[in-house]
């Protein structure tokens, strides 16, 4: 992008995760004039050196724009990041988290830095749960909706399936559906097995299927294996039925307890809810997809107006 175009910008929002760093560059309207990603999570780099590295990535935008606050989410506001903020307690609202934001201090040349909490609460089991930064796409996807109560699920490597009552998030609970994925495709005997191929649409409809079948995820697991063994499976469709395995579990348990009513918002990027959409319709729930990127920065944007960071 040009100077021309970056001096539009009035926001600088950046979602700093375990694996990924993703930045948008946002107009007083709330409009994404750029974007910057880099693999460059909180996981690949050292405490001391994550002042240095935001400085870096943002360089094209930092030198046009002194005047432009930063608004982070993500695993930036853990013990690990720059500024380590506390969870708030849901429920909790937009109001809530606005009011919450950590300034960032020593940032160059005094820039306005800010940090938004991530919210805690009760999952179905009566566990504590957390979440850094999926509390920011929620309240992005919930400027496009007027429902009263609601079921939210943002699938990836934590899935999170979260309840709402008007526009404040009451409970959650996570599923290490994403992660437990990656570990037995790269950890477990199925890597031989579910570590090839592309997406199958029959295989992962039929890894849904038995997710439903008598004796619960742990026995399905190892018909991944079986099922290629004995010759009914094709090896390179068996990443397919694994994943249909892992998420028919997830939302066969989740939809089990909450018992959603009306339609269930999917928010995570297309391919992902895709595959959640699916598993949801087989047991008769409708679906609304919001893409993740868009949902962050509509969240980003709004809490930056209720800080009173940028104004129209």
Request: hydrophobic letters at 40%; aromatic letters at 4%; one cysteine or more.
């Amino acid at each position: 992008m040009t100077s021309e175009g970056i001096a539009d910008g009035k926001l600088i929002t950046v979602d700093w995760g375990t694996s990924n760093f993703r930045a948008a560059l946002l107009d007083a309207s709330g409009a994404a004039l750029d974007r910057i990603q880099a693999p460059k999570g909180m996981l690949q780099l050292e405490k001391p050196a994550l002042a240095a590295t935001l400085t870096d990535l943002l360089e094209p935008w930092l030198a046009t724009l002194p005047d432009a606050p930063i608004l982070m989410a993500g695993m930036i506001g853990s013990a690990d990041g720059l500024v380590e903020v506390p969870y708030l307690e849901c429920p909790a609202s937009l109001d809530d988290i606005a009011e919450a934001l950590a300034p960032i201090p020593d940032l160059e040349h005094g820039r306005r830095g800010y940090i938004v909490p991530g919210l805690r609460g009760r999952s179905i089991s009566g566990a504590h749960d957390v979440m850094r930064g999926e509390e920011i796409q929620i309240l992005g996807a919930l400027q496009q909706t007027d429902a009263e109560a609601q079921t939210v699920c943002l699938p990836g490597t934590h899935s999170k399936w979260v309840t709402l009552d008007g526009r404040r998030v009451t409970a959650f609970s996570t599923c290490m559906t994403g992660d437990v994925y990656a570990a037995l495709c790269s950890h477990t005997l199925l890597k031989r097995y579910a570590n090839q191929g592309s997406h199958d649409p029959q295989a992962f409809r039929q890894g849904l299927e038995h997710a439903d079948q008598p004796g619960g995820l742990l026995h399905h697991l190892f018909s991944t294996r079986t099922e290629v063994l004995i010759g009914d499976m094709p090896p390179n469709v068996s990443a397919a039925y694994l994943s249909g395995l892992l998420i028919g579990s997830e939302v066969r348990a989740m939809v089990d307890v909450l018992k959603p009513q009306g339609t269930v918002t999917l928010i995570a990027n297309s391919q992902l809810t895709a595959l959640y959409a699916e598993a949801l319709d087989m047991r008769g729930i409708d679906t609304r997809r919001v893409d993740g990127d868009t949902a962050a920065t509509t969240g980003m944007h709004h809490i930056a107006r209720r800080a009173d960071l940028i104004r129209n």
